[in-house]
């Protein structure tokens, strides 16, 4: 909600700012509106973007009222869209806005809207790469792909951007590599083939001023000021590194999941934010330019499609061939908290891998707590010493939680401060400790955070630990007088000690705006993932953080959406004339539900569910064999809106196609989207129901598939054929789905529908739901 409220409370203030005022200059005050226009509305698109541009200044000048005459017009326009949509945006009053709508071929004005990216804002540490294994690797490493990048930026220096043994610039390549303050066209390579920045939406002030106090630490240009977008370009394209470590911690190769795919960087994210005006211009300029995947680690919180521009974008950028990737948001474990929810985008939530960092508390009475920390521990003065321990809670200042000034100096000088999970930052929580003479920190998980366990590179000794050890922590602090600690490093161990599971942090289904697609699509890694990190800033990435090193590690969905961008690029790099939909279906009829040993995904201390996983982990080198895939044109998508009962205008708004839903459900009678999941909702009486789905060839030419189904609980599943018998490669076949429910006595079920051949297992989640009355 954070984004949101921010953005309320402008307004809010904005508003009482105003209050004072006449109406008329309320009226009057100027915000950014995304303005989209009818592609063959009243006058044909214009040919050239000198016209186009002129065209979208007539609509500005015909809003404005005459005693705006002497104001040009061309000066409000921010930038002119054609790829991703039709339609421009501007500063605009509301009076404007109001007689903007009533223009013929005007079709929607939407306000700007401010999105985030999506990082739990724990700036963490230590060097293994993402796990590659040679099978996928070997099958093109996303060779000729381009993969766009919409994030903070880039900090193109970076060893993981190094181009040696980089195939050359791919000749469809139309970008460019823009200038700005310490960056120009030397920082490009055959790596990082194109960087840009938009700054209009967001209009970066290039001095500190109130309303932007961090105007002077950001760069003007493509380079990247804040860490995230270095981090997330990395993971889906970068060059291999080996002995890629943080501060001598952790040596391992870091590699991006296409270590040979181009990187293109689109600068839209800010220090304050990503505004969808901005968002919109990259996405437009990133289908001209020739990329072949779309990544974008940022939104904000479920809307219609019709009002996203996001969704709005990405659907030209489908129809070009060009697959989006997103993150699902980091909202979770609240049920329909995924966000980038349209069927024709990739929404990719966050799994923890099954790599710990142990460090241990040793408590005063003898008794150990579990806590994890990617502090180099063994190299740290107060590190194993014991220490006095001290949690300084009940004050009104917010010192249990480590505020920024919250800790009186004389109580916590040379001491271990015990800080509770939440509000502020978990890094700065550590730099509060350092500033107030603290030696070390125990940052200890409310109800809220529970067991959840991204681990951070504190400026100081400190570790994490879950709910259930801070109770015990608490209590032993408590029942003593003088209370002692310790902190036992353990360094880096991998497998073994836990399953595959789900981030609590990870944003859940089912999609509010589109319950019949399950969502998120899939999970990939996204807890303290290592990648490349701009070597002017700290690895906590605190301004006080005078420690410099090339990687560093991060949370969030932010991290996961790019591991999928990178496994895009492979599957393409493998097949090149599949659409984003069959790429898509191949990733997610592929994915795991269970690790390794065969134990389920787990979602805490229960078997993980699809508004969890959605279909489940990734697993690349299966995702490039997959055997059958269900593709999905552009036509199938719209009848799919018609049956989300979106009018004509909306359906509109979203395609630039005007259909006639009455006529397309007709013929389309009983139509259901070749989704490679599977989600049916049961009303009042409805005892049936019947889906579709066509399954294509893409494996042996002659092969035979048979239907192997897990029934969810309260339905009966009958399939029909049971038997798909293929004759050669691309052919098509259809099967049947009849669900039978036999209970309301349940809300909603699971179970799966799996296409078995020799040698693959071609798998759809199935969701049940039943709507009670
Ligand atoms: C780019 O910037 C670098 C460093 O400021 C400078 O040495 C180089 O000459 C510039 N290159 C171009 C092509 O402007
Ligand atoms: C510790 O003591 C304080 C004050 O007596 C009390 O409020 C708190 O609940 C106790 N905490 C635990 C974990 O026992
Ligand atoms: C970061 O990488 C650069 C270039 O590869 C290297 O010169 C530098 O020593 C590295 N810095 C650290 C802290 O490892
Ligand atoms: C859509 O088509 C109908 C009939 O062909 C037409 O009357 C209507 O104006 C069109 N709407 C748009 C938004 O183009």
Redesign the pocket.
Known sequence: MEAEKIWSLAVITFSLCLASLVMAEEDSALRTYIVQL?P??PTRIPATSELLHRWHISFVRDSMSSSEESEDPSSRILYSYRSAMEGFAARLSQLEVASLRRLPGV?AVRPDRKLQVHTTYSYKFLGLGTSASGAWARSGFGRGMIIGVLDTGVWPESPSFDDRGMPPVPRKWKGVCQEGQDFNSSNCNRKLIGARFFTKGHRVASAPSPDNPNAVLEYVSPRDSHGHGTHTSSTAGGVSVPMASVLGNGAGVARGMAPEAHIAVYKVCWLTGCYSSDILAAMDVAIRDGVDVLSLSLGGFPIPLYDDSIAIGSFRAMEHGISVVCAAGNNGPIMSSVANEAPWIATVGASTLDRRFPALVRLGNGKFLYGESMYPGNRLANSGKKLELVYVAGGDKGSEFCFRGSLPRDKVRGKMVVCDRGVNGRAEKGEVVKEAGGAAMILANTEINDEEDSVDVHVLPATQIGFREAIRLKAYINSTRRATARLVFGGTVIGKSRALSVALFSSRGPSLTDPGILKPDVIAPGVNIIAAWPQNLGPSSLPEDSRRVNFTVMSGTSMACPHVSGIVALIRSAHPKWSPAAVKSAIMTTADVTDHSGKPIMDGDKPARIFAMGAGHVNPPRAINPGLIYDISSNDYITHLCTLGYG??DI?TITHR???CHELLRKNRGFSLNYPSISVTFKDKATRKMIRRRVTNVGDPHSVYTVEVEEPEGVRVRVRPRRLVFEHKNQVLSYRVWFISRTMGVKSSEGQLTWVHSENRVRSPVSVTWKHK
């Open positions: 009818h063959n509305g079709i004509t205008s509109f005007n259909v006639s």
